[in-house]
């Protein structure tokens, strides 16, 4: 099935600066591709998506590109606070439809003051 | 917004024994999962269901069952508990529209196998 590959598993910035995370993905038919942000001991939640129809999507202070073509998508946080500090992790929609999400293994940012 | 419970919060359960983790939606998506969460493996799809009476198999169902008696409720079922099952399992559900398709998870159930 479907795999999400997902870099870096640890990142540590300084507040202010900008944190990128990376995902790739092997099935050329997926086209959904969101991210979840985790705080500790919380729930995953939706923080921003895009579709395959889009190269770049930004809200506010995230900015998500998708590469098609090489199969790959980022996320990037700017000017980072230390409330972005959370579990973030990448998704891809399976084969079967965009209701099914196969997630990355996750990344654990941490924003040092 | 959308609201996804599950239960119970924590459980431990001893190794041969069943577990069942319960979910219960009422945003009236079609759409419900169950996922575990280990660190390095991310979240993992066990099973899913596009609506009532539903279930289908995801990425890792051996070890496990589920049922979707209804709209609202989509239980996991783990007829005999290993302790390779100790883990979190998240709930999720969602509307599975073209236009996205955001899920909304529940609280977590922390489930400890000795």
């Known amino acids: 099935g479907e795999q999400v590959e997902q870099l870096p598993s640890i990142l540590r910035v300084q507040e202010g600066s900008s944190a990128s995370i990376n995902c790739s993905y092997e099935d050329s038919a997926s086209n959904y591709f969101p991210w979840y942000k985790q705080e500790p001991g919380e729930n995953p939640k939706l923080i921003i998506d895009i579709r395959s129809n889009m190269e770049r999507k930004q809200i506010q202070e995230l900015i998500v590109l998708l590469d098609k073509k090489a199969k790959r998508f980022s996320l990037h946080i700017t000017d980072t606070q230390p409330g972005d500090s959370a579990m973030y992790f990448c998704a891809a929609s399976g084969s079967s439809g965009s209701w099914q999400l196969i997630f990355g293994s996750g990344t654990q940012l941490t924003v040092m003051p | 917004e959308a609201a996804v419970t599950q239960s119970p919060r924590n459980k431990v359960a001893v190794t041969g024994g069943k577990v069942t983790l319960s979910c219960n939606q009422t945003n009236n998506h079609n759409n419900m999962y169950w996922y575990r969460q280990d660190t390095g493996h991310g979240l993992r799809l066990i099973h899913y269901s596009y609506g009532a009476g539903s279930t289908e198999k995801g990425d890792i169902p051996d070890g496990y069952k589920a049922s979707r008696p209804s709209q609202e409720n989509f239980s996991l079922i783990l007829e005999l508990a290993t302790p390779s099952q100790t883990s979190v399992y998240f709930c999720?559900?969602?509307?599975?529209?073209?236009?996205?398709?955001?899920?909304?998870f529940g609280e977590g159930s922390r489930l400890i196998v000795v």
């Open positions: 999720a559900s969602g509307d599975g529209a073209t236009s996205g398709n955001t899920l909304y």
